[in-house]
Nanobody, 119 residues
C-alpha cells in the first residue's frame, strides 16, 4: 500500500508565504512525476506545478515566478511566495508510483490541504 501525506497548509495574509510538503510512503519501487494541483470552491481541479524524475518543472501561468516545486527522494514540496487571495484552494499532492511486482505506474492523490489567503 502506498500513502501520500500532505502538510503545511493554513491561513496567511496576501503577500505572505507558505510551504507545502508531501511524503510518499509504503511499497515503492520508483516514482515518476510528482506534482501539486488545487481546487477552489465551484471550480475544477487544476494543475499548479509538476516535477519529473529528471527535475524538469512545469508551472501554471498564474503561479510562475511565485511558486517553486522541488523534490527529494519520496517527497515533493511547494514553496508559495507572494500569495494572493485567488490562490485560496484545497491543494492536492499527486504522484505516479510503481510498486514492486507491477509493470505500470499508478496514480496516487493526497488527502488535500487547505490554503486560505486573506486580503
Amino acid at each position: 500500500q502506498v500513502q501520500l501525506v500532505e502538510s503545511g497548509g493554513g491561513l496567511v495574509q496576501a503577500g505572505g508565504s507558505l510551504r507545502l510538503s508531501c511524503a510518499a510512503s509504503g511499497s515503492i519501487l520508483s516514482i515518476n512525476t510528482m506534482g501539486w494541483y488545487r481546487q477552489a470552491p465551484g471550480l475544477q481541479r487544476e494543475l499548479v506545478a509538476v516535477i519529473t524524475s529528471g527535475a524538469t518543472t512545469n508551472y501554471a501561468e498564474s503561479v510562475k515566478d511565485r511558486f517553486t516545486i522541488s523534490r527529494a527522494k519520496n517527497t515533493v514540496d511547494l514553496q508559495m511566495n507572494s500569495l494572493k487571495p485567488e490562490d485560496t484552494a484545497v491543494y492536492y499532492c499527486n504522484t505516479a508510483i510503481r510498486e514492486p511486482g507491477r509493470a505500470a505506474f499508478k496514480d496516487y492523490w493526497g488527502q488535500g490541504t487547505q490554503v486560505t489567503v486573506s486580503s
